[in-house]
């Protein structure tokens, strides 16, 4: 979702207020991840992770998408280490009209962990995502894994 807002930033002829207030962003929140977005861009390109015209090649046409396989995994144990595995339990093919119904078929897993007198114990554990979270509602996923910063437990 973020990489999508970023693009939208970019795109020739959006006002930037206006693609914020439709969102329910704040402009100078979204102004200051463009900037470390650009910040990051430019640590990957002296890393090496991203070739060097990447950053004009971005500006002036669309790009080939490098392979962010390594990229996404060091944002996601870097900044979240918590990750959620998701399943789609419906074929892609059928149609499912509102949001809700988009994410009634998805299935969320968490791996739950606690110490005991052997030592640790994991085990999957089922939850649901927030009707408000960016990612509810959104059936078609490049990756089965999602990095999220807290869980809480609630009544669905």
């Not at 649901?128 to 990756?143: A, I, K, T, V, W």
Request: hydrophobic share 40%; charged share 20%.
């Amino acid at each position: 979702a973020w990489a999508l807002l970023m693009q939208l930033w970019m795109t020739e002829g959006i006002v930037r207020r206006d693609l914020c207030k439709m969102f329910g962003l704040s402009y100078e929140r979204m102004s200051a991840a463009w900037y470390e977005r650009r910040h990051l861009c430019e640590s990957l390109v002296q890393a090496g992770f991203l070739p060097g015209s990447f950053m004009q090649d971005e500006r002036e046409n669309t790009p080939e998408p490098p392979d962010w396989k390594l990229v996404c995994a060091a944002i996601a144990g870097g900044l979240y280490p918590n990750v959620v595995h998701v399943e789609k339990s419906m074929p892609r093919s059928q149609y499912a009209a509102t949001v809700g119904d988009k994410n009634k078929w998805m299935r969320y897993n968490i791996l739950q962990r606690h110490l005991t007198e052997g030592g640790a114990a994991a085990y999957p554990k089922a939850c649901n995502m927030h009707p408000n979270s960016l990612c509810f509602g959104q059936d078609e996923l490049r990756c089965p894994w999602l990095a999220f910063y807290t869980v809480q437990q609630t009544t669905k």
